[in-house]
Nanobody
């Protein structure tokens, strides 16, 4: 069974930085795209950033220039470096990965449990 475990959330003042990590564990063949999403109460979950296995990145307009997504394929881990944080970045951040469990099978999407990021003004 594949499991994604996030860490690194917390409380920070506006203008500060946090680094989120998400590690994949369990039995699987490969990890394809990985990404970070966030959600606030009453709103839909939204894309923050994604990265392909080859390192191609895309970002939500609201975080461009402030957040950086990266991954360590050897460690099956994806990171989100968040700088110049704003109160509107406050949300639960979820890790997502498209996982090929069996080399002969399709990919499946997995989610982490979420980590709270709170930015105070």
């Amino acid at each position: 069974q594949v499991k994604l475990v996030e860490s690194g959330g917390g409380l920070v003042q506006a203008g500060g930085s946090l680094r989120l990590s998400c590690s994949a564990s369990g039995r699987f063949f490969s990890l394809n795209d990985m990404g970070w999403y966030r959600q606030t109460p009453g709103k839909q979950r939204e894309l923050v950033a994604r990265i392909t296995s080859g390192g191609i990145r895309n970002y939500a307009d609201s975080v461009k220039g402030r957040f950086t997504i990266s991954r360590d394929n050897a460690e099956n881990t994806v990171y989100l470096q968040m700088n110049s944080l704003k109160p509107e970045d406050t949300a639960i951040y979820y890790c997502n990965a498209n996982v090929v469990v069996d080399s002969r099978g399709p990919q499946y999407g997995y989610w982490g449990q979420g980590t709270q990021v709170t930015v105070s003004s």
